[in-house]
């Protein structure tokens, strides 16, 4: 390890769960922050962790998806775990006029959460 380096273990939220939970709360949780939409933040998490044109992305036993499971299933999944986990915060959000960090007014954000949770709900219920 570099010795310049510092890591830091966050013991907030210590679970077992598939990574959709914790790209969730951090989409959630960082939205008047965040510069880009979570669709974009989402495909520069993939892109970070070198998973697009991996072998095995996509496959629950293969290659990166034995780290991750199914890609496709775990962006559904934080779409519709973000949406239960603040989307109470969210609408508090659009009653107050709140804008997101990329410019959005938190109702259409609310707006964008439901339609994304809906779709993934259909594809996986």
């Known amino acids: 390890m ?24 951090f989409l959630v949780s960082n939205v008047a922050i965040l510069p880009e939409d979570p669709d974009a933040i989402l495909d520069r998490y993939r892109d970070a962790i070198g998973l ?19 890609w496709d299933a775990q962006g559904d999944l934080t779409w519709i775990v973000g949406l ?26 609310l707006a964008w959460w439901c339609r994304r949770a809906v779709e993934a709900s259909d594809r996986r219920l």
């Open 52 to 70: 697009r044109g991996l072998p095995g992305v996509g496959r629950p036993n293969g290659g990166a998806g034995r780290v991750l499971g199914d």
């Open 84 to 109: 239960l986990l603040r989307g109470w915060r969210k609408g508090l959000d659009a009653e107050a006029g709140v804008a997101t960090g990329w410019g959005a007014t938190a109702s259409d954000d």
């Open 2 to 25: 570099d010795e310049d380096r510092v890591g830091f273990i966050d013991w907030q939220m210590t679970l077992r769960a598939p990574v959709a939970v914790e790209l969730a709360w």
